[in-house]
Nanobody
Framework: QVQLVESGGGSVQAGGSLRLSCAAS????????MGWFRQPPGKEREGVATIDSDKIIYADSVKGRFTISKDNAKITLYLEMNSLKPEDTAMYYCAASEYRGFGYTNSRGPTCTGMNYWGQGTQVTVSS
């Protein structure tokens, strides 16, 4: 059974930094597409960043501030968030593809094909 567990969320002031982690268990596909998503209060979920075997895709709103990375040996996904803004406040979710898949961008930002595994989320709150 695949489980994704996020950690690292919290409350910070604008301009601060946080590092999110997503530990995968029961998921051995280190080269498959994984990504970070977020859902701001009262809004729909949107893609933040994805990473597959060939490329990384960022939402325009986080380019230059957020960095996605993955430790393939540990199958752990990270999201380094710098220069945080109040509009970054959201529940952040980690997700993984059920098959190799690839990253692409749709109307809600970056995502992966076959993204069927989701974590429970970690809250990020940025105050002004």
């Amino acid at each position: 059974q695949v489980q994704l567990v996020e950690s690292g969320g919290g409350s910070v002031q604008a301009g601060g930094s946080l590092r999110l982690s997503c530990a995968a268990s029961g998921y051995t596909y280190s080269r498959y597409c994984m990504g970070w998503f977020r859902q701001p209060p009262g809004k729909e979920r949107e893609g933040v960043a994805t990473i597959d075997s060939d490329k990384i895709i960022y939402a325009d709103s986080v380019k230059g501030r957020f960095t996605i990375s993955k430790d393939n040996a540990k199958i752990t996904l990270y999201l380094e968030m710098n220069s945080l803004k109040p509009e970054d406040t959201a529940m952040y979710y980690c997700a993984a593809s059920e098959y190799r898949g690839f990253g692409y961008t749709n109307s809600r930002g970056p995502t992966c094909t076959g993204m069927n595994y989701w974590g429970q989320g970690t809250q990020v709150t940025v105050s002004s």
